[in-house]
């Protein structure tokens, strides 16, 4: 049988990318002029996608060398110096690879680009202090400039982790404010609230450092494009499915290619999917995310979940007089948690009302708790 043509569980490639040509061209302008940006997205809206298409196109349009560095779950100084430094490992090639490979020697600090590096130190040095390394690591882009003439574009992704470590966003920044020159840099995140801490508040030292831009949701003309093309290249017609997919997932990325996943699964090659196909296809897209969403609605504080059943449920919005009977909803505490919801990217402001991010747990939480149910 022939293989889904959408890709939903990692980052796609640049040629599969769906709009965000404007954030792309607005990326790219920030870093030629070597200044910095910000990428605030709730989860799955497409961030590494992004950053992935902006690291070949600085590369190709600018002859600038990408550096994307993961952040996800950084737990220590130590950590942060091995996700530089296997950053490095992953992306330089030619002159610049053997730049860094020659400072890195030259260093004497343990630091390669072979195997192993600042992790095997550590594990067989515990405690060996990685704040040398890591000064030397955030360097790099300097010293590669002045030994090559290249500029770096430097991606930090899931930016808003190094918060998680004491003193990590003032050591970043007493390196990068330096290199404009050398090296151009994007913070992505995905958590709104602590991607302000990190750029907004005044005490921090990266406040006011760096452009804002929102991922919003994809344009549903270019979903229904893309998903349309994408089945009929594979001999399927989404028919009057293909709607009511676009009207569920609100122009989420990931929810979009999810779903497109399990319709073109259940649609029969040869005739158009009906409501009919549509309905098996959510059933199917559902079943295995129930337990997720299930332990992730228990593990929050009762006024969280109050807001999102009400957000998901009430016909007359959060302070209706159906939220406060059925859900409890009382208006500053519920208030409050839309706030931490929102900080957190869990639930969306669309034209000025609180709505849950993810049209997948929306639909589930209205299937398991609607009044007939
Ligand atoms: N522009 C796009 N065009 C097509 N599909 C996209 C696009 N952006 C995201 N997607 C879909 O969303 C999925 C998740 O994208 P990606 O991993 O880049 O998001 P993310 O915001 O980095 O997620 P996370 O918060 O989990 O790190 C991809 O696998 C792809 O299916
Ligand atoms: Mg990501």
Same mark, same amino acid.
């Given at each position: 049988?022939?293989?889904?043509?959408?890709?939903?569980?990692?980052?796609?490639?640049?040629?599969?990318?769906?709009?965000?040509?404007?954030?792309?061209?607005?990326?790219?302008?920030?870093?030629?002029?070597?200044?910095?940006?910000?990428?605030?997205?709730?989860?799955?809206?497409?961030?590494?996608?992004?950053?992935?298409?902006?690291?070949?196109?600085?590369?190709?349009?600018?002859?600038?060398?990408?550096?994307?560095?993961?952040?996800?779950?950084?737990?220590?100084?130590?950590?942060?110096?091995?996700?530089?430094?296997?950053?490095?490992?992953?992306?330089?090639?030619?002159?610049?690879?053997?730049?860094?490979?020659?400072?890195?020697?030259?260093?004497?600090?343990?630091?390669?680009?072979?195997?192993? %590096?600042?992790?095997?130190?550590?594990? &067989?040095?515990?405690?060996? @202090? /990685?704040?040398? +390394? #890591?000064?030397? *690591? $955030?360097? =790099?882009?300097?010293?590669?400039?002045?030994?090559?003439?290249?500029?770096?574009?430097?991606?930090?992704?899931?930016?808003?982790?190094?918060?998680?470590?004491?003193?990590?966003?003032?050591?970043?920044?007493?390196?990068?404010?330096?290199?404009?020159?050398?090296?151009?840099?994007?913070?992505?995140?995905?958590?709104?609230?602590?991607?302000?801490?990190?750029?907004?508040?005044?005490?921090?030292?990266?406040?006011?450092?760096?452009?804002?831009?929102?991922?919003?949701?994809?344009?549903?003309?270019?979903?229904? %494009?893309?998903?349309?093309?994408?089945? &009929?290249?594979?001999?399927? @017609? /989404?028919?009057? +499915? #293909?709607?009511? *997919? $676009?009207? =569920?997932?609100?122009?989420?990325?990931?929810?979009?290619?999810?779903?497109?996943?399990?319709?073109?699964?259940?649609?029969?090659?040869?005739?158009?999917?009906?409501?009919?196909?549509?309905?098996?296809?959510?059933?199917?897209?559902?079943?295995?995310?129930?337990?997720?969403?299930?332990?992730?609605?228990?593990?929050?504080?009762?006024?969280?979940?109050?807001?999102?059943?009400?957000?998901?449920?009430?016909?007359?919005?959060?302070?209706?007089?159906?939220?406060?009977?059925?859900?409890?909803?009382?208006?500053?505490?519920?208030?409050?948690?839309?706030?931490?919801?929102?900080?957190?990217?869990?639930?969306?402001?669309?034209?000025?009302?609180?709505?849950?991010?993810?049209?997948?747990?929306?639909?589930?939480?209205?299937?398991?708790?609607?009044?007939?149910?």
């Amino acid at each position: 049988m022939a293989s889904s043509p959408f890709p939903y569980q990692h980052p796609v490639d640049s040629s599969e990318l769906v709009d965000r040509t404007h954030e792309l061209r607005e990326l790219l302008e920030l870093a030629e002029a070597g200044h910095y940006a910000r990428l605030a997205a709730p989860r799955r809206y497409g961030k590494t996608t992004l950053l992935g298409r902006l690291a070949a196109e600085a590369e190709r349009l600018l002859e600038m060398t990408p550096i994307l560095v993961d952040f996800s779950q950084v737990m220590s100084v130590g950590d942060a110096a091995i996700r530089i430094e296997s950053a490095y490992r992953k992306a330089t090639d030619g002159p610049v690879k053997k730049a860094v490979r020659d400072l890195m020697l030259s260093w004497n600090l343990g630091l390669s680009l072979g195997a192993g %590096g600042i992790a095997a130190q550590i594990q &067989a040095n515990p405690k060996s @202090d /990685p704040i040398p +390394a #890591l000064h030397r *690591l $955030l360097d =790099l882009p300097q010293e590669v400039y002045d030994r090559t003439g290249r500029r770096s574009l430097v991606l930090y992704d899931e930016a808003h982790e190094m918060l998680r470590i004491d003193g990590l966003d003032g050591i970043l920044r007493s390196h990068i404010q330096h290199q404009s020159r050398a090296a151009s840099f994007v913070f992505a995140g995905s958590e709104p609230g602590m991607m302000e801490v990190l750029f907004g508040e005044r005490e921090r030292p990266l406040f006011g450092q760096a452009h804002p831009l929102t991922l919003g949701p994809l344009p549903n003309d270019e979903l229904a %494009g893309y998903i349309d093309e994408r089945f &009929a290249r594979t001999g399927r @017609d /989404p028919g009057e +499915a #293909l709607d009511a *997919l $676009l009207e =569920l997932v609100e122009g989420h990325p990931q929810r979009a290619m999810l779903l497109a996943h399990y319709l073109w699964s259940a649609t029969t090659p040869g005739q158009p999917a009906t409501i009919a196909t549509w309905s098996e296809a959510l059933d199917a897209a559902i079943a295995p995310l129930a337990d997720g969403f299930d332990r992730f609605l228990t593990a929050l504080p009762s006024g969280e979940q109050r807001v999102l059943l009400a957000l998901a449920l009430s016909p007359h919005g959060l302070y209706s007089n159906y939220s406060q009977a059925r859900f409890g909803i009382v208006k500053g505490a519920a208030t409050r948690a839309v706030r931490v919801l929102i900080a957190r990217g869990e639930v969306v402001r669309r034209g000025g009302s609180p709505q849950i991010t993810d049209p997948l747990l929306r639909w589930w939480l209205r299937q398991r708790h609607r009044p007939d149910a």
